[in-house]
């Protein structure tokens, strides 16, 4: 498979269309000439000479499930898919290249013939017996008794977009996606080789911003698969961002694991539709500030983050390449381990080493609270000097209980608080149906309390000095903690100045959407000049991390890239008085 170089969808002309998206065919040339044996090639004529019994579309039907379950049958069609081998699909496509009247049967098969029958291979026109079953939700037939090889055929592959009119009508046959689709999922990339493409652009979360419907979403995806049933592949497909741009997508339509599959027949070639940025886009202003989830940094090897050395060296130049590209003048951390300095100081020496001693210190958390990892401050002596002691929440609705400090510009001016956040996350749900269990609201569990959380910072940032509210808040865009702190007089910063399409920093379940928000009061916003969400995680396949246990090793880089699950979000404020 191919890369193609960056190229805008509106650049591409009709000549480079025409080339690309040119419907391909399944066709073969006659094979050579062997010197069978002239009772072999009666053998083989007198097979050939047994008609089919049925017709592929027929075994299909035109319901969810064949109607000729169980029974033996005899069709006819030309292979256009080989996927024979024990680690790949254990069989191979065919297709009837005389389609009937009815658009609801399919017109292709799946027969589960292992590597029994090796000489099968695309653009073979077959006989194949064996018995019509349901497997797991696929039509195919298994076991395949013969396969008889008549000749060569060809295949035009179908043209279809998404959203269609369903893929039951389709199961089986050769198609083609003229229309451009968006690389919106590649959690699986590394273990099953997996990749979630839809049309109309990438998918977000439900609960992130108005006007999203979720069947509306799943029905313009489409899975890629890569043929096989290893795990954790030597050889992958393509490593793709989230965001690029898949281009006359062509392959077989198979089906597992409770939803449909496309198997491709030729390389994928994708356009870099959603380049890698160096730097975050510039913030206007003297002081930029910054929130980050390290992703569980953590000294002590084999807990929540390194499993080894090796993988703690490596987990720690990506965060250290990262906090460099910030290039923040103070950031918000969340995910640190709560082990008092240690793991927070060691970060701090990091980057100190790379950016020059002392460029940055790290503030004491005066009551981190007992979960296993804490928030931390971390800021430019030379940029910013603090204003009184730092400060924590004690109340106990906080499990990772917030760091409040205030800065000013260093030699004087005007100051601000930064209040830094790691509300309960969405996971590990309580017993019973009380009000932290999922609703199914789409906000997931303890979402009761993240409100009361979100409550409890209303009150502690009233008598602030020009507070901003920032962190990991696990809540997307329009969710009730984030409706709360709004409410309570808080404007959210990414929303006002990052565009709608870029307002993400996580990747769940193939949709984007914004769990690290930047929140100011009212006299605070009018010295934000800008906000920047820098997509060096979300869009990243996480076979790029740190990890040493599956990942290929010559895929890791001490970049930037995969240092972590979560975008970090860079703001700009243009403070009176100060130095420079």
Sequence with gaps: MRVLPRATLAALGAAVLSAVLA???????????????????EAAAASCDTPATHRISQVQGSGDATPLAGQTVRVEGVVTGDFQRSDQLSGFFLQDPRPDSDPATSEGLFAFARDTFKDVKPGDRVLVTGKAVEFNGWTE???????DVCGTGTVPALPSTLPGDGLERVENMLLTFPQPLT??????????????????????????????????????????DDGSTRQNPAT?????????????????????????????????????????????????GNVKVASFNTLNWFTTVGSRG?????????????????????????????????????????????????????????LT???????AIQVGLIYKPARLEPVGEPRAAQDPVFSRPPLIQTFRRAGGGQPFTMVVNHLKSKGSCPAGDGPDADQGDGQGCWNATRVKQAQALLGLVEDLPNPLVLGDLNAYGEE??????????????TKRFVPAPLRYSYLFDGMSGEL?????????????????????????????????????????????????????????????????
Excluded: C
Excluded at 480 to 493: C, F, H, Q, V, Y
């Design 23 to 41: 419907v391909p065919a399944v066709a073969a040339s006659p094979a050579p000439a062997t010197p069978d044996a002239p009772a072999a090639r």
């Design 141 to 147: 037939l298994s076991p395949v008794t013969a396969v």
């Design 183 to 224: 690389v919106t999922d590649h959690y699986n990339l590394g273990r099953f080789g997996e990749v979630t493409v839809s049309a109309g652009g990438r998918l977000f979360q439900p609960t992130d911003r108005p006007g999203v419907d979720p069947g509306e979403q799943r029905a313009r995806t489409l899975l890629v």
């Design 236 to 284: 992958l497909p393509p490593v793709v961002r989230t965001g690029q741009v898949a281009v006359g997508l062509t392959g077989v339509l198979g089906y597992g694991f409770d939803t449909y599959r496309l198997q491709p027949t030729r390389p994928v070639a994708y356009l870099d539709a959603n380049p890698r940025l160096p730097k975050p886009f510039p913030v206007i």
């Design 306 to 362: 390194a499993t080894n050395a090796e993988e703690q060296r490596r987990q720690l130049a990506k965060l250290v390449a990262a906090l460099k590209g910030i290039d923040a003048d103070a950031v918000a951390l969340m995910e640190v381990e709560n082990n008092g300095q240690t793991a927070l100081q060691t970060l701090v020496d990091a980057v100190n080493a790379e950016v020059g001693a002392g460029t940055y210190a790290a």
């Design 365 to 371: 958390h005066p009551y981190p609270g007992t979960d």
């Design 480 to 493: 009730d903690p984030i409706d709360t702190l709004e409410a309570g007089g808080l404007t959210s910063l």
């Design 516 to 580: 690290d928000h930047a929140l100011a009061g009212r006299q605070l916003l009018k010295r934000v000049t800008s906000t920047t969400i820098w997509h060096i995680n979300a869009d990243e396949p996480r076979i790029l991390d740190y990890n040493t246990e599956f990942n290929p090793p010559d895929l890791y880089r001490p970049d930037a890239y995969r240092s972590s699950d979560h975008d970090p979000v860079v703001i700009g404020l243009t403070l009176p008085g100060g130095k420079g």
